[in-house]
């Protein structure tokens, strides 16, 4: 307040982060959206001139997108982009006058570490560097070009990994009640023999704004490789109000924190116990933040659930 210097250039009703300036200087362009942590960034690409005020309204350059900007960063060539496509992570670019997308690279395995899909640009502009990981690929850094979606591995920091148990996971797709479509992450487990159903836990993301992506090792959800050890199904489901299906999809359980979200995840139970995986009485849910809410939640809602871990759940809305 003290600054003479420092002037706002607009308002907003969402909440932003990580800014860029373009490369002139003369617009800042940022992620905005409904955001629940701080470094957890997810939304639609909104721009601003810097010669604006306060009554500026900044544009939303990506208000059809399907996908969750996650990282971006203003380059001559337009702006680069990281994100998450339902259960993809994406990198693109995107034209700032026109809107128009283009995709550099698509896989389902994570980069930045699982949260902000982030690359490192080399002074060339067109090389760029990447932390990757996913089901059965510890973290290494990789090293590609804007121009094609080759990449190439250069750091080997894990020792043989064949001589430890492969864990078996996948993306599936459910709907809920209202027809919305939902993705989740199912591990298998260890053990498993088709013909057989399994113990069920289910483990709820925190947040809610983010979304589980494959990693490999404990990462921060260490109670999913546990349990598939112990011969359970895992599923990580990623409703309504996670990264990876736009804008929309993110902000569908603002001021319905237990409505359409718990549907999303209750009905993924329904589904594999559905397709004769999962042993309906044997069931549990679990998760930290959010997840520990929801799980707080769920016990309020049904029986099925035969345990239930909530973490960092907040409990009482009062006094919170």
Known sequence: DNDPS?????????????????????????????????????GDIFSVSTAGHVDQQARNLTPELDHTVTWCAWQPQGILY?????????????????????????????????????????????TFALHMTGFNLPGDLFVGSLDNDDLRQVTHLFPDITQWPTPHAESIEWQSPDGTQVQGFLYYP????????????????????????????????????????????????????????????QEANVGDLGGGDWQDINAGVDHLIARGLVDSDRVAIGGWSYGGYMTAWAVTQTTRFRCAVAGAAITNNESN
Request: aromatic fraction near 10%; charged fraction near 15%.
């Open 190 to 249: 260890d053990g498993y023999t088709p013909d057989k159903q399994y113990p069920l836990f289910v483990n709820v993301h925190g947040g809610p704004s983010a979304s589980y992506t494959p990693l490999y090792g404990l990462g921060g959800w260490a109670w999913h490789h546990l349990l598939r050890a112990r011969n359970c199904f895992v599923l990580l489901p990623n409703p309504r109000g996670s990264w990876g299906r736009g804008r929309k999809f």
């Open 6 to 42: 420092a002037r706002q250039l607009c308002q907003m009703t969402l909440q932003i982060g990580l800014p860029t300036f373009s490369p002139d200087s003369q617009q800042i362009a940022f992620i905005a959206s409904v955001l629940s942590d701080q470094g957890y960034v997810g």
């Open 82 to 126: 990281g994100a998450r496509k339902i259960d993809h992570t994406l990198l693109g670019w995107l034209d700032p006058q026109t809107g128009t997308v283009r995709q550099i690279m698509a896989s389902i395995e994570s980069i930045g570490g699982g949260g902000m899909q982030r690359v490192s640009l080399a002074a060339d502009g067109q």
